[in-house]
């Protein structure tokens, strides 16, 4: 790991990569040196270019450029957004097969670098891909993260902070699961300030109901669904959410933030990856959180856990 700076590499300038790059240029300070790879070399090379053009308005000055490999070597934190979108009449599988095999391309010239610091991952299924990149690269669990339901968790504080009329800031909230359809909210750990709010749905004296938070999570799960409907794919919140838990690792700040992580025994889960809350500082996952889940949360958290575990052990890794 690079002890002197704070470097990171993005593979992948897609959309959701850029929204990324974007994002830590014009908050500043979180690193000094940002490296663009891509398969598409002339589009590293440009985008690289267009960001540099940029940097007279940031608030800080940073090193951009187009890399190699290579460049990994003395990086703090590689970003991996980079994959192959579903072909019509593929199944999800056959995807995860060939975003596979596009993750063995990338990680093993990564990790043959030198490379010692953290993987971050954002490719979709992201749990998965963050499970594919922990066997491929045999780093540390700790040291291999994906974006989780860090976006779905922001989704629903702002959502919430609306229903409520309550700076999102002041509630605590956790989409937990998997980063998909069978993720979900526990009501049970929602709250305002340090009100649970199960004491404002059970007071008859206000409006709130426990279907309006039902009718919220849903909103939630489908947010993706309705943006893609809309402008055909999702790439701010995930580029800001990526660049959330990059200021939290090399701020070394132990921030909670709902990762993908590796489950140890926590929630009686192992070795599956899946969206939990997470403290977070300079050396990847620092602690998973167990929440004190509802029996029929459990069960939902579970359910969720066994989705993903379906679809890794069809994998050819």
Do not use: W
């Amino acid at each position: 790991m690079n002890t002197n700076g704070k470097k990171v590499v993005l593979i992948g300038t897609g959309m959701v990569g850029m929204s990324f790059a974007y994002s830590i240029v014009n908050q500043g300070g979180i690193c000094n040196e940002l490296v663009l790879i891509d398969i598409n070399k002339e589009r590293a090379i440009g985008e690289a270019m267009d960001l540099n053009h940029g940097l007279a308005f940031a608030k800080s000055n940073m090193k951009i450029y187009a890399g190699t490999y290579k460049d990994c070597k003395d990086a703090d934190i590689v970003v991996i957004s980079a994959g192959v979108a579903q072909k019509e009449g593929e199944t999800r599988l056959d995807l995860l097969q060939r975003n596979t095999d596009v993750f063995r391309s990338i990680i093993t010239p990564v990790v043959k670098s030198g490379f010692d610091g953290i993987f971050l991952v954002a490719t979709n299924p992201v749990d998965i891909m963050t499970r594919v990149t922990y066997e491929l690269s045999r780093f540390g669990a700790s040291r291999v993260i994906g974006t989780g339901t860090s976006l779905d968790t922001a989704r629903l504080r702002y959502l919430l902070g609306d229903y409520f009329t309550v700076d999102p800031k002041n509630i605590h909230a956790y989409v937990i699961g998997e980063h998909g359809d069978s993720e979900f909210v526990p009501v049970s750990q929602v709250m305002l300030g340090t009100k649970h709010v199960t004491e404002i749905l059970d007071n008859d004296g206000n409006s709130y109901c426990i279907d309006d938070m039902q009718s919220i999570e849903e909103q939630v799960r489908t947010s993706a669904y309705k943006i893609i409907e809309a402008k055909r794919a999702t790439y701010y919140g995930i580029g800001m959410a990526i660049t959330r838990i990059v200021k939290a690792i090399l701020g070394d700040e132990n921030s909670v933030l709902t990762v993908s992580a590796k489950m140890c025994g926590e929630y009686d889960c192992k070795n599956v990856f899946v969206g939990v809350p997470c403290i977070i500082g300079r050396n990847g996952v620092k602690e998973i959180l167990e929440l004190s889940l509802t029996d029929e949360e459990m069960t939902k958290f579970k359910s969720s856990v066994e989705v993903l575990d379906r679809s890794f052990d069809g994998l050819n890794i």
